[in-house]
């Protein structure tokens, strides 16, 4: 916890900073409890917002992954494939050579 929310949480025979300084009143304590409490709230979601983006990111990869190997899968399906040798720029570049 950090040390400011630490400070607030004493008990009341702390010295507070009303006691030091008799120019702040309650609702200046109230607004300094309620600015930390937002900070506070607002490193939580930002520690969320980077775990999701670190776990996208690793989702990512693995589909990128993913993609490659059907790719490939593909590729050689189609080199197999009589149907389309004959459609391929290769084999038309092969047949046209051959002509010649």
Known sequence: MCKAMSELNQPNNMTTTQDLDPDVNQD??????RLINQVLELQNTLDDLSRRVD???EENLKLKSENQVLGQY????MAASSVFQSLSPKAKKKSAGKKK
């Open 28 to 33: 200046e304590e109230d607004e300094k409890r």
């Open 55 to 57: 776990s996208v990111k």
């Open 74 to 77: 593909i590729e050689n399906l």
